[in-house]
T-cell receptor, first 112, second 111 residues
């Protein structure tokens, strides 16, 4: 039972353009959502998060949008840079300080 | 600042051999600790989590076990490794907030 789904295994974007990574969830009890970035052979790095009481959160080039009615969130990276090439994981939590449920990840390739 | 360590970085073990992976956190007290595994081409699977010394919750029945002998130490073990235990093992911590912070990982290859 995949509660968090990232349906695009990979995405290729030209440098300078926008990257949009998508994530869907099924559990209506989830109230906090996170994005992580992972390079090969390294641990994931926390990128940005959003609470269910908000619909948008920005941090520099990264913006996360949440559509609760659709149970959908997306990560926008503008402008995309070659160093953004990595695996991006979406994660969700319904309990403070407890478990995160991760999606399968999306491989982003930014071409220069 | 907080730091999380994992060792070893890489490990090659034969089938049937034991396993011990260690994770330690510095700069925080009473963290929640987590073990994840990332199989090749797959997402992150939560294996175990701990909210305190000696308190372990298992997420997936398997060939592995975890222990927390000290506040900031988390150990992943196996008595006999299987080929399917190969993967990238990650330790993570949180102080109670939603964000979890990951260690550098251990690449385990069972041959």
């Amino acid at each position: 039972d995949q509660q968090v789904k990232q349906n695009s295994p990979s995405l290729s974007v030209q440098e300078g353009r926008i990257s949009i990574l998508n994530c869907d969830y099924t559990n209506s009890m989830f109230d906090y959502f996170l994005w992580y970035k992972k390079y090969p052979a390294e641990g994931p790095t926390f990128l940005i998060s959003i609470s269910s009481i908000k619909d948008k959160n920005e941090d520099g080039r990264f913006t996360v949008f949440l559509n609760k009615s659709a149970k959908h969130l997306s990560l926008h990276i503008v402008p995309s840079q070659p160093g953004d090439s990595a695996v991006y994981f979406c994660a969700a939590s319904g309990e403070y300080g407890n478990k995160l449920v991760f999606g399968a990840g999306t491989i982003l390739r930014v071409k220069s | 600042s907080q730091t999380i360590h994992q060792w070893p970085a890489t490990l090659v073990q034969p089938v049937g051999s034991p396993l011990s992976l260690e994770c330690t956190v510095e700069g925080t007290s009473n963290p929640n600790l987590y073990w994840y595994r990332q199989a090749a081409g797959r997402g992150l699977q939560l294996l175990f989590y701990s909210v305190g010394i000696g308190q372990i919750s298992s997420e997936v029945p398997q060939n592995l076990s975890a222990s927390r002998p000290q506040d900031r130490q988390f150990i992943l073990s196996s008595k006999k490794l299987l080929l399917s235990d190969s993967g990238f093992y990650l330790c993570a911590w949180t102080s109670g907030a939603y964000e979890q912070y990951f260690g550098p990982g251990t690449r385990l290859t069972v041959t």
